[in-house]
């Protein structure tokens, strides 16, 4: 199974893709979590040491291989082999298995279409079994959809909060996922407060669209401000639970 998790900023992205990381570890074999936000949070979310995050290096550095699998001028193959990419480029935390995309490239420099080719290959390449997931946190907005880094996917996760600019990236990401063939994109409702935020939110989607909503915790905007940050929330991992056992009912039907 390989989701990809999107929306506006600061709608709390990362946060569902450490949750969904760490339920999935609990059910599943083998969890993948790939952080493609230039951010790059999700590795201590899912509690994963800064000492290790440190000394890992983002794919987007990794120049000589990228055009090693990827070729030279501009046509290039756009499928490379990447298998072995997996173990040498990725911490191993239990069963999860992390890569991170990497940072923002300085002014001037050249677009990311050979590294979101690779990452695009690196999902694409993971043949699973029954028992594997991907969870992809992508970054802000929409621009991702643009170069065509979430094609592949079982599913779309479009996390949106009570705001009408959030609302909006919302339905630009459904029409973008679905040039790109992405056939489920579903949409978790966060942050919800009251229940005017809630009916906000179920307003702007049909029912078969939300997947569920997540109240706002005091727990997890807290644990934001700490220089360590992990999914450690009950409820939030309880709410989580709920959605997660709808993503696996929606992409096994």
């Excluded at 794919?59 to 990419?85: A, C, Q, R």
């Excluded at 992390?98 to 940072?103: A, D, P, T, V």
């Excluded at 339905?171 to 978790?188: P, Y």
């Amino acid at each position: 199974m390989k989701l990809a998790i999107s929306g506006k900023g600061g709608v709390g992205k990362t946060t569902i893709s450490s949750a969904l990381v760490k339920l999935f570890s609990k059910t599943h074999q083998n969890v993948y979590a790939i952080d493609a936000d230039p951010d790059a949070c999700l590795a201590a979310a899912v509690g994963i040491p800064d000492e290790a995050i440190n000394n890992l290096k983002p794919m987007v550095e990794m120049k000589d291989v990228i055009t090693s699998k990827t070729g030279e001028g501009v046509f290039y193959n756009l499928n490379p082999k990447v298998d072995d990419v997996i173990d040498d480029y990725s911490i191993k935390h239990n069963n999860i298995r992390f890569l991170r995309m990497g940072g923002i490239k300085k002014g001037g420099s050249s677009c990311y279409c050979r590294e979101n080719t690779f990452l695009y290959a690196i999902v694409t390449s993971l043949l699973l079994d029954h028992n594997d997931v991907v969870i992809l946190d992508m970054s802000a907005g929409i621009e991702h959809l643009s170069r065509g880094t979430a094609k592949g996917v079982d599913m779309m996760l479009v996390v949106v909060e009570p705001s009408r600019n959030s609302v909006n990236t919302a339905k630009s990401v459904q029409k973008m996922a679905s040039d790109l063939g992405i056939k489920r994109v579903m949409i978790i409702g966060n942050k919800i407060r009251t229940e005017k935020d809630k009916e906000f939110i179920a307003g702007s989607f049909t029912n078969n669209e939300i997947l569920g909503f997540i109240e706002f915790d005091e727990n997890v905007w807290d644990n934001a401000m700490q220089e360590q940050v992990s999914v450690s929330s009950q409820k939030l991992l309880s709410d989580m639970e709920k959605i997660q056992q709808k993503i696996i009912k929606e992409v096994a039907g």
